[in-house]
Nanobody, 113 residues
Framework: QVQLVESGGGLVQPGGSLRLSCAASGFTTRESILRWARQVPGKAREWVGTTDSDSIYADSVKGRFIIFRDDAKNMMYLQMNSLSPEDTAVYYC?????????WGQGTRVTVSS
């Protein structure tokens, strides 16, 4: 079955960088649209970016976050630079497979000094 597992979250200081990983199984990333989203407790999940043949980003992260993928490993990554406390959230990777949306369990990112 489709599974997505995020990793790489943690505590980082403002201005720092962090790379999140998303391990996919049960489908082939090469043939799939993949996405990242984030959620702060008490707020709606916020779309961060989507990658297919190209990548698009939310305005809030454009120029700071980069999505890249390694289809040979069935992996996707989110490189996050110039982090600010406003980026603190649980980050999720997701995909749509057979018209169903799938998300991982999330990895927590905390930006704080």
């Amino acid at each position: 079955q489709v599974q997505l597992v995020e990793s790489g979250g943690g505590l980082v200081q403002p201005g720092g960088s962090l790379r999140l990983s998303c391990a996919a199984s049960g489908f082939t990333t090469r043939e799939s649209i993949l996405r990242w989203a984030r959620q702060v407790p008490g707020k709606a999940r916020e779309w961060v970016g989507t990658t297919d043949s190209d990548s698009i980003y939310a305005d809030s992260v454009k120029g700071r976050f980069i999505i890249f993928r390694d289809d040979a490993k069935n992996m996707m990554y989110l490189q996050m630079n110039s982090l600010s406390p406003e980026d603190t959230a649980v980050y999720y990777c997701g995909t749509t497979y057979n018209n169903d949306d799938f998300w991982g369990q999330g990895t927590r990112v905390t930006v704080s000094s």
